[in-house]
Nanobody, 123 residues
Framework: QVQLVESGGGLVQAGGSLRLSCATS????????MAWFRQAPGKEREFVAA????????AYAKSVKGRATISRDNAKNTVYLQMNSLKPEDTAIYYC????????????????WGQGTQVTVSS
């Protein structure tokens, strides 16, 4: 088991930016895919972005492509999600997730989850 702790959520105006952080337990994640998912009230959890610790390959949901950047700081064992041009529809609880293996977009394929951080975008 690994520990994932999200932070950086908050209330922002539409068009604003936010950087979310996912701090890990310090485990070596060389063979891990790290991802961000989000879930709005009454909605299913949806994929946002993912990155491989080794190689840095990324994947983005169409809904955020061009507005979101996922990155990682290996020394800090931290994954980030930079979101720009935020829209009210981005409002959700954002979760950090991890799995052993490659990039996938299905939430059920991820093994470890953080507690989530709330992002609210006002119109």
């Amino acid at each position: 088991q690994v520990q994932l702790v999200e932070s950086g959520g908050g209330l922002v105006q539409a068009g604003g930016s936010l950087r979310l952080s996912c701090a890990t337990s310090g485990r070596t994640f060389s063979n891990y895919a790290m991802a961000w998912f989000r879930q709005a009230p009454g909605k299913e959890r949806e994929f946002v972005a993912a990155i491989m610790w080794s190689g840095g390959n990324t994947a983005y949901a169409k809904s955020v492509k061009g507005r979101a950047t996922i990155s990682r700081d290996n020394a800090k064992n931290t994954v980030y999600l930079q979101m720009n041009s935020l829209k009210p529809e981005d409002t959700a609880i954002y979760y950090c997730a991890a799995r052993v293996g490659g990039l996938v977009t299905g939430a059920s394929r991820y093994d470890y989850w953080g507690q989530g951080t709330q992002v609210t975008v006002s119109s």
